[in-house]
């Protein structure tokens, strides 16, 4: 008896000793999903003395830069794990901006653990679990090089570190971080956690944030849409209950007391109990800097399937509405009730019509992709 109590005192302290640290440690790292197809292409970061080689898509290398370019476009993968095809999407739509000479474009590639096989990734190369990657989670500890890890967001950081060459891009005046589905995720966490973006102004290079069809959203406070009047407030069994009455036939309803709904602050989806790279900054320090940053929240005005396979039907997603297109605008309410309407001076929230769920048709779109990436009229 008491060796099964010691054992599983030990089991209970090897799970919660990374999340006392801040440090989320997968337990679902062995998923089968792989890469489509991986881009051939590396640039090189640290996370301390280990240098990694990231895979990316780009229309030009970084190590080469840009003498004419202004806008830097930085575009993140889906769920699919498809960064060479946004990549060739985006690029398409730069030309159809007319901003190919003015424009670079890089397509960094966040491979998963099934990739090292699939893909013969050298050993350099981090892989993540195959969503963790679109919240700004760490690569997954393995052996040699892989034994560091290092958070997606900050391979963002370096990538746009990089562009602080004058003596490679003496142009660029203009970065964009945009990703659609999962990488719309992406982009609404990184947007609101990262550190560079003041970094990144003194340097002369404005910021802009792109999120599009996302799943769901990092929320600034503990409030959430009520499913009965759409007023903001913190989810309680009742608010459970009532999201459950509109679920439709045949979904499984929600437990008011489990683990999702009862955590569904936790981040990604709140502020509580951040993983290490949001957790650098303090709560006060990342919604301070939040209110002032450039960003943009597209939804496809036709993305509003309730059964599409990509969308989160966790409690901690559905308190924040039942579709994509519900979320968007919820999520919006819910910056002005948290900002106030000086959020309209600098972050939009742009439906865009005749569109659903697809990274091409909005990165192509005149009132999406090519207004809100190329400032295109």
């Not at 000479?101 to 590639?109: D, E, L, M, R, Y």
């Not at 013969?120 to 040699?144: I, Q, T, Y």
């Not at 109990?273 to 900054?281: D, M, T």
Request: net charge positive; hydrophobic share 35%.
């Amino acid at each position: 008896m008491i060796r099964k109590t010691v054992l599983l005192l030990l089991f209970t302290l090897f799970i919660s000793f990374p999340l006392l640290l801040g440090t989320y440690v997968s337990l679902y790292a062995d998923s089968n999903k792989t890469s489509p197809q991986m881009c051939e292409k590396r640039f090189n970061v640290r996370a301390g003395s280990q240098r990694f080689s990231i895979p990316y898509c780009r229309s030009r290398a970084l190590s080469d830069g840009h003498s004419t370019a202004t806008r830097a476009v930085i575009v993140i993968q889906s769920s699919s794990l498809n960064a060479s095809d946004v990549y060739q999407w985006m690029w398409e739509a730069a030309g159809r901006a007319n901003s190919q000479s003015k424009t670079v474009v890089f397509a960094p590639q966040f491979p998963v653990k099934k990739d090292i096989a699939a893909h013969n990734l050298e050993d350099n190369v981090p892989v993540w679990e195959d969503w963790e990657w679109a919240v700004g989670g760490n690569s997954l500890r393995l052996s040699g090089a892989r034994s560091t890890q290092i958070s997606s967001f900050d391979v963002i950081d370096q990538l746009i570190r990089a562009f602080y060459d004058r003596g490679k891009f003496p142009r660029l005046r203009h970065v964009v971080v945009v990703g659609q589905s999962a990488g719309g995720q992406f982009v609404n966490r990184y947007a609101i956690t990262n550190g560079i973006h003041e970094e990144a102004k003194k340097k002369g290079l404005s910021m802009r944030y792109v999120a599009m069809n996302a799943s769901h959203y990092l929320y600034l406070d503990k409030k959430r849409p009520s499913p009965v009047d759409g007023k903001l407030r913190v989810p309680n069994a009742n608010f459970i209950r009532a999201i459950n009455h509109q679920l439709p036939a045949g979904e499984t309803p929600h437990d008011p007391e489990g683990a999702n709904c009862r955590n569904y602050n936790d981040y990604p989806k709140g502020l509580d109990n951040l993983w290490s790279y949001p957790a650098r900054r303090s709560i006060r320090t990342i919604k301070r800097n939040y209110r002032r940053r450039d960003a943009r929240y597209l939804i496809g005005a036709l993305d509003n399937n309730r059964n599409d396979a990509g969308l989160s039907k966790k409690c901690s997603s559905d308190v924040q509405g039942l579709t994509r297109l519900t979320r968007a605008h919820l999520y919006w309410a819910h910056l002005k009730d948290v900002y106030g309407n000086m959020i309209r001076r600098y972050q939009k929230l742009v439906k865009v019509p005749g569109i659903g769920h697809g990274s091409r048709n909005m990165f192509n779109h005149p009132l999406g992709g090519l207004k809100h990436i190329f400032d295109h009229r």
